[in-house]
Structure formats: C-alpha cells, structure tokens
C-alpha cells in the first residue's frame, strides 16, 4: 500500500467512526479505447541485409509486404500521391540519391531528378509537382519540380540547411524545418508562402533557439500542423492548431517519437518510435490517446511512414 492509499485508509476510517455509513455505489469500469485503424500504410525498412525496401501493410499491422526493392540500394521516404495512383521515392546508390516516381503498386520505377543528390519528397496537392530537398556543396535547400522531371526550380536561397518539407492541402504553402539563422544550430520552423505568381515568401511558424522542431505533417483538412520536438528533453509529438498558434503534446513518453502523418479521415497519425531493439511504428489518436505500435516486429528498423488517402 502506497502512503498515499494509506491516508485514504486512515481518513476513511476516520470518517467511518463518526458518521452513518452511507452505501456508494460501484465505481463504473472504464472500457479499454479500441483504436481500429483503416488503410494501407508505405514505409521503408531494413531487411535482414540491412537494405532498405518500400513495404505496405494494413494500417492494423496486417498484409505486411515488399513492394519494391532496388537491390543493394536503400529506398527511403516514399510518399504515396494524392490520387493514390502514384509513390515518388529516394533511392541512395554510392552516397547521393535520386527521385524516382512509380506506380502504386512500384512498378515502373522512373528517375526525375539529376546532379544533386535528392531526397525527402513531398507531392503537391494536385499531384502535378513534388517538392524535395536537393543537397549540394554542403547546403541543403528545397527544390520544386514536376512529377515528370521538368521545371526544376530552387525555393530556399539562405544559408543553412532546409529540409522536411510538407505541402498544405490549400497549395499555397510549404511547411519545413531549418536552421538557417538559428544560434545553436537547432532546427526551427517554417513555412514558405506561394502564390499564384509564383512568388515566394518565407515565414516562421515556430521558434525556440533552445529546442528543435522537426517532420512538420498537415493534417488533411490542412487546420492542424503535427510536428516532433525535444522541448522536454526527448523527442515528442505535438500538434499546432494554425489558426490560434497553439500547439498541445501528444506522446510524453521516454522513447523518441517522430516522423508522423495523418490518417485519412484526421483522427489518427502513424509515427516512428525509437526503441531500444530498433525503430517501429505506433499509432495514436489526434487527442494522445491510445498509443500503441501497429505491429510488434523489432527485427526491422522501420521508418517515414504515409497513410494512403
């Protein structure tokens, strides 16, 4: 018994000798929260060579499956298109990767990108272009070109490093982390405004020197801004309502959690989870509740997941 049982104890007691006892009625039992996930989810994972491949499964755990390997070449970070039709994924071969986009289920895999190594894709609301980040000479900046390979264009011009980008669902704006002008080298939050000119204008969303801000996810209605940061010492997921600025945790646990996106219908976001046998996936509810790992297999590393919409 705790000392805090053991106060309750004596004070019921207390209670009891001065006082008719009155019945209380049970205290009703809490049904367990059932979370049952719908969807297919893409994510990379390390077989048992230790090369990564693009593997779906159901969003519950099950149909685990490759869908497309590049052989002794890492896949990393695919991302489904908006229509689902489509995934645009990295390949990493000799230290630099490229973009490539195939079909849904990766069949015809073709290169888009060129030159600079390229990586962390992310589809543009009409499927028509994709954002990245191209690396090159040490700097780190986002790129614009068209899911057919044309049209490059360079969208971050500062020193410093841009990455981790997300496309709203409106299409005017471009969510993404750097640490461009940041004193300790943390990484902040941004946001780069298009309009139909096509110029650009970049804002900041969130700023603490002291912490760092990373994988920024929109939620599909494009109110709420999902993110990771270690504010409080290890990385946890947190959610900014955009219209108040106001951002409320979801995990507080001692394992990092990142990379997260939202399911289809905004009630739920899968992310990565830093365990000590390896990286998995975990699911939870947009309010925190319910965090539980979609499957229970340690033996692949598994990272950036997406939820088909």
Request: proline share 6%.
């Amino acid at each position: 018994m705790t000392r805090f049982q053991a106060a309750l104890a004596a004070c019921a007691l207390a209670l009891c000798a001065c006082a008719p006892v009155t019945p209380v009625a049970p205290t009703p039992t809490l049904a367990p929260i059932r979370i049952v996930p719908q969807g297919t989810i893409l994510f990379s994972a390390a077989g048992a060579d230790g090369v990564f491949s693009l593997y779906t499964m159901n969003a519950d755990g099950s149909g685990r499956k490759v869908l497309f390997s590049a052989g002794k070449d890492d896949v990393i970070g695919g991302r489904w298109s908006p229509d689902g039709k489509q995934i645009v994924a990295a390949i990493e071969r000799d230290g630099a990767s490229q973009l490539y986009v195939m079909g849904a289920d990766g069949s015809n895999a073709r290169r888009i990108t060129q030159g600079r190594s390229a990586a962390q894709p992310a589809w543009s609301p009409d499927g028509q272009a994709i954002v990245f980040v191209g690396a090159e000479a040490g700097q780190k900046d986002l790129y614009y070109v068209r899911a057919d390979g044309t049209a490059l264009r360079r969208l971050t011009t500062r020193k410093g490093e841009h990455e981790q980008p997300a496309w709203a669902p409106d299409g005017t704006r471009i969510a993404f982390v750097s640490n461009e002008d940041s004193q300790f080298g943390n990484y902040q939050l941004y946001v780069l405004e298009l309009d139909p000119a096509g110029t650009v204008t970049q804002k900041t969303l969130l700023r603490n020197e002291r912490v760092n801000f990373q994988f920024p996810a929109w939620s599909r209605d494009g109110a709420r801004l999902a993110y990771a940061s270690d504010a409080t010492g290890v990385f946890d997921l947190y959610v900014l309502t955009v219209a108040t600025a106001k951002s409320v945790a979801l995990t507080k646990g001692a394992d990092p959690a990142a990379q997260p996106v939202w399911s289809p219908d905004d009630a739920l976001l899968a992310y990565t989870v830093n365990l000590a046998r390896g990286y998995t996936l975990h699911l939870i509810t947009a309010e925190g509740i319910g965090a539980v790992p979609i499957d229970l297999k340690y033996d692949m590393n598994e990272f950036f997941p997406d939820w088909k919409r």
